[in-house]
């Protein structure tokens, strides 16, 4: 049975007397040599803080005894820093998404509909993609025939409700990289063109966020596009007004979670330039809240190649001032050059970098610089872009001295959350704490923040693992209990045994 203990924001605690759960911990010269849990509690051993306790030995002792429970509490106790790659229309869970399509006083007054069969209509034209979901106002001007293929999306039964929020996320093993890339995104088709609906996506993944003790989301939420109910468009400013709104609410604050936009741009699409033009417009209009530009998109599609924008940047930065850039590059088994033309486009991030492997001298430019490989443990391995986990480069990257930071993708299509990216990089790949460490600090020294704010958010951070090192040494670490996903359930089973969330 899993863990149900109380968590207490880490600027809010108090240090308190913990009766279901306390971390052991003895003083540094038998840390390592004693640290032993016979249950899924930590023993609680009283413990005098004083300079001699060491949290890098203690951690060596404690994965060499932790069991799965006692090492996921930890790193999702663990403050964490921030998540530098993370698409929000791919970050919101199959629960939240269903919740709030289906219920037009929480969507902002929208119905939509989903295609849950796909029988033959003559000549008329449709989509033969099953739980393909469009607004009212689109469902009312498909033929009758067409029209009957799709429910509403709130009336649909236990059965057909399970197989949507399916449709969505990758929960087979079968299930890979063309199943993503081909359907999912396709499937949720106009929800994402709903302001309201994926702001509260947003507020949703900042109060989950709170419960893995991360500071900062630099997320990749687009404007352009947005649909009111009666399927007229918001302008750009007008959208951005509602995710704004959200971002002051008291929900919001509370949660703790500093968060920043990048506009993203799909590469390979054939206005793509003229696109660019207009988000670099946009995004110097909106520099408290954009951060930067991404521009993403499969490594295989040969029109979305990092040379193609070379001379339209050029054009651009001519006329504003610096904006920074990220790219999706090295999302691939095979070599190509792609990481090194995006930084001889200017890019400050690699979005994956996993075939870098094979640049030797693009690893070489990279180490011990100013630029960063985003992680992305999980989104690698279903996507078959890795075999498993023991073939990943990131080892290589981390202790090479190039830059990398954890993060989450398209967290909510793939089930998981930031504790199991941690999770696998320490067990997979035997971590110290220095180096969990740097991971954590690399999120934020590497986000695209106002020099300002990075700083308060780097003190901010120290802060906090400060503290934590001195609960840790002292038996007083708050904890909530983890909500495990069904990734972290398939790879690490002991976890979720029993488990009936």
């Known amino acids: 049975m899993c863990l149900r203990l109380t968590f207490l924001p880490f600027y809010l605690v108090v240090f308190i ?45 404690f994965k060499k005894t932790a069991t799965p429970q006692q090492m996921y509490q930890f790193l999702h106790a663990m403050p964490k820093g921030g998540d530098l790659h993370h698409h929000l229309s791919g970050s919101g869970f199959s629960e939240w998404w269903y919740e709030l399509a289906a219920d037009p006083t929480k969507n902002g007054g929208y119905t939509y509909y ?39 999306l709130g009336l649909l039964d236990n059965n057909l409700k399970r197989e949507f929020m399916d449709s969505i996320r990758l929960h087979t093993a079968s ?10 995104w396709q499937r949720l088709n ?21 419960k893995e003790n991360l500071q900062y989301l630099e997320t990749q ?28 609410s008291e929900e919001a604050k509370a949660t703790g979670v500093t968060v920043r936009f990048q506009y993203a741009l799909v590469r390979f699409l054939p206005d793509a330039e003229a696109q660019l033009e207009w988000i670099y417009n946009f995004v110097d209009s909106h520099r408290d809240i954009y951060v930067g530009i991404n521009l993403v998109g499969r490594e295989d599609d040969i029109n979305g190649q990092p040379k193609r924008f070379a001379s339209t940047l050029r054009k651009l930065r001519a006329k504003y001032p610096k904006i920074l850039l990220a790219f999706h590059a090295g999302e691939s088994e095979t070599a190509d050059s792609n990481v090194r033309d995006t930084l001889l486009l200017g890019s400050q991030r690699i979005g994956h970098g996993l075939n870098t492997i094979f640049d030797p001298d693009t690893l070489l430019l990279m180490r011990n610089s100013q630029y960063l490989i985003e992680i992305n443990l999980i989104s690698n391995l279903l996507l078959e872009y890795v075999p498993s986990f023991d073939t990943h480069p990131f080892p290589e990257y981390l202790r090479t001295g190039i830059p990398t930071a954890l993060s989450t993708d398209d ?4 089930d998981s959350i930031l504790t199991d990216e941690f999770y696998i990089a320490v067990t997979e790949f035997n971590l110290s704490w220095e180096e969990v460490l740097t991971l954590g600090t690399n999120s934020l020294q590497y986000s695209f923040l106002q020099p300002n704010v990075k700083a308060q958010q780097l003190t901010l951070f120290h802060q906090r693992v400060a503290e934590f090192e001195t609960q840790v040494a002292s038996d007083t670490v708050p904890t909530s209990p983890p909500m495990f996903r069904a990734f972290i359930c398939k790879f690490e089973s002991e976890l979720c045994s029993g488990n009936k969330d």
Not at 233 to 244: F, G, M, Q
């Open 17 to 61: 007397s913990l009766t279901s759960f306390a971390y052991k911990s003895v003083a540094a010269s038998s840390a390592v040599a004693n640290s032993s849990f016979s249950t899924p509690e930590f023993t609680s051993t009283s413990f005098s803080a004083s300079s001699s306790f060491s949290m890098p030995l203690w951690f060596e002792g």
């Open 114 to 152: 989903t295609q849950v069969s796909i029988k033959p209509c003559h000549s008329d034209p449709q989509s033969a993609l099953r739980f393909h979901t469009i607004s009212e106002t689109t469902w009312a001007k498909l033929p009758p025939c067409i029209q009957k293929n799709y429910t509403e």
């Open 175 to 184: 299930e890979g990289r063309e199943e993503f890339f081909s359907t999912h």
């Open 190 to 210: 106009e929800l994402t063109a709903n302001p309201t609906l994926v702001s509260k996506i947003l507020l949703r993944n900042m109060q989950a966020y709170q």
């Open 221 to 248: 939420v687009n404007m352009r596009h947005a649909k009111k109910p009666d399927g007229s468009l918001y302008t750009p400013d007008e959208a951005l007004a509602i995710y704004t709104d959200v971002l002051a």
């Open 411 to 414: 967290r909510g299509m793939f």
